[in-house]
């Protein structure tokens, strides 16, 4: 079951530009988290967004929640060479924990 | 430093055979989880524990079990592997606010 799923399969950037990663999701949710998967590593968490915020900032990360559109975004701001990964959104099955993955945004950054 | 350490991190099984995958978390985290990712793909919920010596089903439990003996550990076990269960198998651990650390996978080539 895919309770979240990003948008695009994939996309590249060339360094220093902006990207966005969008994400859907199917039911009223208590919170949604992004991660980055880098090749052969596990997933990281990056940035946590609860229901009742609209917009969270970690470094040059910026995670945005639409809870009436049912959507999330992750923008990265002058991309570098090492954001190159998967990008995934995850929202919680049941309360605040068990998190449901998407399949993930891959995104390479060109140098 | 807080951290999740699986073991082994590849292992090659014959088909039939038992395999066990361990998990340990220095996190004090109450609730751990084994998710299992396909090449290309997101990761699916497989088992997870919210408290010692109690495990759950996730979305995709046929043909595992866990064990969870200590708030620290928290093992995966194939009875009888199978080709189908090939996979990166990654382990995680979070508290209650969605904290999420994973580890780095173990890599399943069942023949």
């Known amino acids: 079951s895919q309770l979240a799923e990003e948008n695009l399969w994939a996309l590249s950037v060339h360094e220093g530009e902006s990207v966005t990663v969008n994400c859907s999701y199917k039911?009223?949710?208590?919170?949604l988290q992004w991660y980055r998967q880098k090749s052969g590593e596990g997933p990281a968490q990056l940035i946590l967004?609860?229901?009742?915020?609209r917009e969270k900032r970690n470094g040059r990360l910026r995670a945005t929640l639409d809870t009436s559109s049912q959507s999330s975004s992750l923008s990265i701001t002058a991309t570098r060479c090492e954001d190159t990964a998967v990008y995934f959104c995850?929202?919680?099955?049941?309360?605040?924990?068990?998190?449901?993955f998407g399949a993930g945004t891959r995104l390479k950054v060109i140098a | 430093e807080a951290a999740v350490t699986q073991s082994p991190r590849s292992k090659v099984a014959v088909t039939g055979g038992k395999v066990t995958l361990s998990c340990h978390q220095t996190?004090?985290?109450?609730?751990m989880y084994w998710y299992r990712q396909d090449t290309g793909h997101g990761l699916r919920l497989i088992h997870y524990?919210?408290?010692?010596?109690?495990?759950e089903k996730g979305d995709i439990p046929d043909g595992y079990k866990a064990s969870r003996p200590s708030q620290e550990n928290f093992s995966l076990i194939l009875e009888l592997a199978s080709l189908s269960q090939t996979a990166v198998y990654f382990c995680?651990?979070?508290?209650?606010?969605?904290?999420?650390?994973f580890g780095s996978g173990t890599r399943l080539l069942v023949i």
């Open positions: 995850a929202t919680p099955l049941t309360g605040n924990y068990k998190y449901v």
């Open positions: 996190n004090n985290h109450d609730y």
């Open positions: 995680a651990s979070s508290d209650r606010n969605s904290d999420y650390t």
């Open positions: 967004i609860r229901s009742n915020e």
């Open positions: 039911t009223s949710i208590t919170a």
């Open positions: 524990s919210y408290v010692a010596d109690s495990t």
